[in-house]
Structure formats: structure tokens, C-alpha cells
């Protein structure tokens, strides 16, 4: 299934609503891919990639990603991805 940005535009409670669907249509088995611009919503992934210039710039786990960038949200790492 491919989401192009499913939570952009709605409010807090319809946002995780739709992110309760995706973890359990992934939990079924169904491979989900999610483009979002929301960094917090990467923490929920199991796999992140990060584009920059029409690149991937960065991929793995938010974990992982964390730890080799020394930031301690998706978003610093964004942040100093983009820079």
C-alpha cells in the first residue's frame, strides 16, 4: 500500500487514528510505504529514508538513524541532514 502524506490536513485524533490503520494493515503482512513531511510521524516507521536534492540521503531504522546522526529526534536529524 502506498500512502502519499494520509495525515496531512487533519486534526490530532484523526491523525493517529489514521496511523492505528497503518500499524495493523502492516501487522496483517501488507508492506505499507508512507511519504510524510511530519518528522515525528518518521519515529513510527521501521524503516526511514530521507531524501535531499531527488537523493536518498539516509536510510534505516529511527533508531539507528538517531545514533549516526547524534540527534535525538527524526527531526534534528532531518535538520542536520539538510543543512
Not at 495493523?24 to 518518521?42: K, L, N, P, R, S
Request: contains cysteine; proline residues 4%; negative net charge.
Amino acid at each position: 500500500v502506498f500512502l502519499d502524506e494520509p495525515t496531512g490536513g487533519v486534526d490530532p485524533i484523526t491523525r493517529r487514528q489514521f496511523w492505528e490503520l497503518i500499524y495493523e494493515t502492516a501487522h496483517q503482512g501488507t508492506t505499507v510505504f508512507v511519504t510524510t513531511h511530519y518528522m515525528d510521524e518518521a519515529e513510527y516507521c521501521e524503516r526511514v529514508s530521507i531524501m535531499a536534492d531527488g537523493r536518498i540521503v539516509a536510510l534505516g531504522a529511527p533508531a539507528q538513524l538517531k545514533e549516526n546522526y547524534n540527534a535525538r529526534t527524526m527531526n534534528e536529524v532531518f535538520v542536520k541532514i539538510a543543512r
